[in-house]
């Protein structure tokens, strides 16, 4: 959904139908059914905040700043979304940092064929609010190319298989003394070396990148991983 025009008093929206959306539709088996929404900021500027203050600042932003059209592709559309939090002068948001024991895993290798994923909260001063926390994480891999699971307890749980084969699941994290963290377990899903041939990174490379995203839900800051699969030769 995408608000196309508030320069008067009317708004006008565009909603449109993601691809999976609309193979429920076509479905007729009464599976399309709408049961939750959300909204996205993915193409507001905060530091225009900062810069002029929240009223004068938040007014520029209502004033100038394009609004994206609506994006059919679920998998790109709302990467930031929006929050309530309890408390309104929350100035400092956390994020989320990150390690891992070997971002290459070489295919057919027994010592590259897990690999040890870890997000954990941060935030640069003062303490975490406690809405803020995450308990929760969503953790999106392409599945053509990974496995995961949550390390020490099992698979994500309620795994969503989207389109262009991007996998969704939600984790359990656990508490540290900052706020919430969560460490995954990667693996290599089996494959055929044809996939080089069509998805490495350049010609003759034996080299596929792939990427994890993980979300927190509470708080909704979010990071990328990279992952390289090479080939054994």
């Known amino acids: 959904m995408g ?40 193409e507001i500027d905060y530091t225009i905040i900062k810069k002029f203050g929240r009223t004068v600042g938040k007014e520029k ?10 994006q059919t592709n679920a998998d790109l559309g709302v990467k930031h979304r929006c929050i309530t939090l309890a408390n309104p002068f929350i100035t400092i948001l956390p994020t989320l940092a990150k390690s891992i024991t ?13 690999s040890s994923l870890s997000f954990s909260q941060t935030q640069g001063s003062g303490a975490i609010e406690s809405s803020l926390i995450d308990d929760l994480f969503t953790v999106q891999w392409d599945s053509r190319f ?32 900052v706020g919430g963290a969560i460490e995954l377990s990667v693996g290599i899903k089996p494959f055929n070396d044809s996939f080089y ?37």
């Not at 929206?13 to 709408?34: P, Y």
């Not at 932003?61 to 609506?70: G, L, Q, R, S, V």
């Not at 792939?210 to 090479?230: K, M, P, Y």
């Open 3 to 42: 608000f196309l025009n508030n320069s008067t008093n009317n708004i006008i929206v565009d909603a449109v139908l993601t691809d999976k959306g609309r193979q429920a539709l076509a479905d007729n088996v009464g599976s399309f059914q709408i049961s939750r929404f959300a909204f996205g900021d993915d």
């Open 102 to 114: 070997n971002a290459t895993l070489i295919r057919g290798s027994e010592a590259s064929l897990v």
């Open 197 to 233: 041939n069509y998805y490495a990174t350049a010609p003759n490379s034996n080299i596929i990148k792939t990427f994890i995203t993980v979300t927190g839900n509470s708080s909704g800051a979010s990071r990328d991983q990279a992952i390289e699969i090479q080939k054994r030769t």
């Open 146 to 177: 990974l496995t995961i699971s949550v390390a020490n307890s099992g698979q994500l749980s309620a795994v969503r298989a989207g389109s262009n084969f991007i996998n969704t699941a939600v984790g359990v994290g656990t508490r540290t003394p």
């Open 61 to 70: 932003i209502e004033k100038n700043t394009p609004i994206f059209e609506a």
